[in-house]
Nanobody, 116 residues
Framework: QVQLVESGGDLVQPGGSLRLSCAASGFTFSSFGMGWYRQSAGKERELVADISANGWRTRNADSVVGRFTISRDNDKDMLYLQMNSLIPEDTAVYYC?????????WGQGTQVTVSS
């Protein structure tokens, strides 16, 4: 049974930091590209950051370049998103995604709220 379980979402003040985690199970984690997506109220889900199966290649959305860092630990089947210099526009539900070919798995999401 495939599971992606996100954690780490919270209420944080502007300028603060959070680290999101995604625990994967039920599939060969090291064979899948992984990504973080987010969806805020009234908007479509958007890619935040993506990382290749071996972790050598990453890409970030323009809106988070220089602030967010995606990483993975293939020994622990874990995906991370370090978020620094958070702004209110980062408020959203953040989803973990696993992809390989046409196969996509999604987590349930974790809420991040940036507000003073």
């Amino acid at each position: 049974q495939v599971q992606l379980v996100e954690s780490g979402g919270d209420l944080v003040q502007p300028g603060g930091s959070l680290r999101l985690s995604c625990a994967a199970s039920g599939f060969t984690f090291s064979s899948f590209g992984m990504g973080w997506y987010r969806q805020s109220a009234g908007k479509e889900r958007e890619l935040v950051a993506d990382i290749s199966a071996n972790g050598w290649r990453t890409r970030n959305a323009d809106s988070v370049v220089g602030r967010f860092t995606i990483s993975r630990d293939n020994d622990k089947d874990m995906l991370y998103l370090q978020m620094n210099s958070l702004i209110p526009e980062d408020t959203a539900v953040y989803y973990c995604n696993a992809h390989w070919g046409s196969t996509n798995y999604w987590g349930q999401g974790t809420q991040v709220t940036v507000s003073s």
